[in-house]
């Protein structure tokens, strides 16, 4: 190879038929999977792996159980405000940037969502800055 080249992954083509159908497959609700899952299963006699809907080859191409995936990215949800109310309304309205008044119905909301897609350091930093003010937060 010359000096400074670089080699590049050839590009995969789908066709517009299995583009649309993994498309569908990505935007199923978990009831939908499920029901997917057991057609599936009746149907065709294709038992989803141990653990989940979706089989896949191991990486290695051996038969060795797969590592776990994890998970990298998280929502960040209010389950409570204690009997700190206004601190964490105040803790919450810094932390997203909103006005007051959306911060508050935010917290009487609860549960409510904060942030949604956000790093597992942002996240659990999230979480302590409002627990350290009463509140409670869940990360899923």
């Known amino acids: 190879m010359a000096e400074g080249a670089t080699m590049e992954a050839p590009s995969r083509s789908f066709s517009d038929e299995t583009k649309s159908l993994g498309d569908k ?17 009746e149907e065709y006699g294709i038992k989803p792996a ?32 204690g ?17 007051l008044m959306e911060a508050k119905k935010l917290v009487e909301g609860v549960p409510a969502t904060l942030k949604q897609g956000v790093d597992k350091d942002e996240a659990n930093s999230l979480k302590a800055k409002i627990e350290e003010q009463g509140g409670t937060v869940e990360l899923k």
């Not at 009997?83 to 006005?99: E, N, S, W």
Request: hydrophobic share 45%.
């Open 25 to 41: 497959i990505a935007d199923l609700t978990l009831k939908q999977a499920k029901e997917l899952s057991d057609y599936l299963e």
């Open 50 to 81: 141990a653990g989940g809907a979706v089989m896949m080859a191991p990486q290695d191409g051996g038969g060795g159980a797969a590592a776990p995936v994890e998970q990298t990215e998280f929502d960040v949800i209010l389950t409570g405000f």
């Open 83 to 99: 009997d700190k109310k206004l601190q964490v309304v105040k803790v919450v309205k810094d932390l997203l940037g909103v006005p």
